[in-house]
């Protein structure tokens, strides 16, 4: 119990063993209080072993008690005798016996029981025995349910959506996603209907950079829940990055904006979508109420980044570098707006270069060139596998001739993002000058 300015439930003085034989639904309670709220998976994992413990106790007990009873006798003419108490110990009150097997407490495959073990294994980090309850609680005990029915399922026993979870989330903690895949699906074979299930493999599909199966099952609980927020938002992602559809991917957002979900990701995602499908104007609206909208510093830079986007796509390059400043001054670490900067800085230097030759007067100061030496250096420094930044530095030192760092440095860039085409085709051509030297 409780005392004055102590916790809640003093629950280093409770007899474990006792509440769990005695007063089975109060042990449930208290498992349940010890996991999520007290955060202590050893008296939890105590006091699941004390309740099945008592479970296989009640039942060997029982079995060998019927075992030693006599047969009835006959009390009297014409009347059945009473069955004999097993010599175990006292029998228990009809409705105490009634509730202990409502609760499962006298049945040692209770899945309950395992489930919670499981869960307090795993918050020890023991994911094996972990894994191994879950199983136990999923795949073995009773194959019927309370109502005599056959429980869903071809190999589940005891079929719960948030057990399942749970053993999902073992498995991607031991690096087994693929066993997680299998798992889920072999739950959606037994209940296609669990939106739960679904938008679980949903997500484990996108961690696994498969998007076209993850959009395949954020499709499926589309038609199950149209509302559901999470599948139309990565839906609409999948139009925008995938598909390159964004008008598509507008239509989802405004649906979003029609169930009244608004915040500044719809609308900075909306601002995109107008943007790529040439709809200026609606775009900037949209930015400018993302801005009003953002609480975090990093949120605003990112929105004041893609406001410098827009001035590029409409060419007010004044415009842009005013964005991309605002950027850099709401999150002094964003590479990709101090890599833009750098790359306005370039071109201002190339259009000087270019009127200084059309009149004839004399080079412009290195002024540019050194700012957007210094504004790469920053975004290198803010994020070092930034590919964009490695590859401007790298054409830099190549211009200039040092072929060994623009080198070192296009490696760099294909350790992060192999797939960089501008990168690989600079490094062949070092390649050549360096086998040619």
């Known amino acids: 119990m409780a005392v004055p300015g102590g916790p809640h439930v003093d629950v280093q003085h409770l007899k474990l063993d006792k509440v769990a034989r005695e007063r089975p639904m109060v042990a449930k309670l208290l498992c349940d209080y010890l996991l999520f709220v007290e955060h202590l998976p050893k008296l939890a994992l105590e006091l699941c072993t004390a309740a099945l413990r008592v479970g296989a106790n009640s039942n060997s007990s029982g079995s060998g008690a019927a075992l030693a009873a006599p047969s009835p006798a006959p009390m009297g003419p014409g009347r059945p005798g009473l069955p004999l108490a097993p010599t175990a110990g006292p029998p228990l009150p009809p409705a105490a016996d009634r509730t202990q097997q409502q609760v499962g407490i006298r049945n040692a495959d209770d899945w309950w029981w395992k489930a919670r073990l499981a869960k307090a294994n795993y918050q020890l980090g023991l994911l094996r025995e972990a894994e191994r309850w879950y199983k136990a609680a999923l795949f073995d005990g009773e194959a019927l349910h309370a109502h005599g029915r056959q429980a869903p399922g071809h190999r589940f026993q005891h079929y719960h959506t948030g057990t399942i979870m749970e053993l999902a989330k073992v498995y991607k903690r031991m690096d087994q996603p693929l066993t997680a895949c299998e798992l889920f699906t072999e739950a959606l ?249």
Not at 279 to 294: I, K, N, P, V, W
Not at 330 to 349: C, K, W
Not at 396 to 412: D, F, K, R, T
Request: glycine residues 4%; charged residues 20%; aromatic residues 8%.
């Open 189 to 437: 074979e037994a209940n296609p209907l669990d939106h739960l299930i679904l938008l679980c493999s949903a997500r484990l599909y996108d961690e696994l950079h498969d998007p076209h199966r993850a959009f395949d099952l954020y499709t499926s609980i589309l038609r199950l829940d149209s509302s559901c927020v999470e599948a139309i938002s990565c839906t609409a992602a999948f139009f925008f990055y995938e598909r390159n559809q964004p008008e598509l991917a507008l239509r989802f957002y405004r649906r979003l904006m029609q169930m009244g979900v608004q915040s500044c990701e719809v609308w900075n995602n909306m601002g995109l979508c107008a943007f790529f499908t040439s709809q200026f104007d609606f775009a900037l609206s949209c930015l400018e109420r993302a801005l009003t909208m953002a609480v975090e510093a990093t949120e605003r830079a990112d929105i004041y980044y893609n406001i410098g986007h827009v001035g590029v796509g409409l060419g007010d390059l004044a415009f842009a570098q005013r964005g991309f400043r605002l950027a850099v001054a709401a999150d002094p670490t964003h590479g990709e707006a101090l890599n833009n900067l750098a790359v306005l800085a370039l071109q201002q230097e190339q259009r000087a270069l270019a009127a200084a030759d059309s009149r004839g007067g004399a080079k412009p100061s290195e002024e540019f060139h050194q700012e957007a030496t210094q504004l790469l250096e920053m975004a290198k420094a803010a994020a070092p596998e930034l590919p964009e930044a490695l590859y401007n530095s790298a054409v830099l030192s190549y211009q200039q001739g040092e072929l060994e760092s623009a080198h070192e440095l296009l490696s760099c860039a294909l350790e992060a993002y192999p797939d960089h085409a501008e990168s690989v085709q600079l490094l062949e051509r070092i390649m050549k000058h360096l086998s040619a030297l």
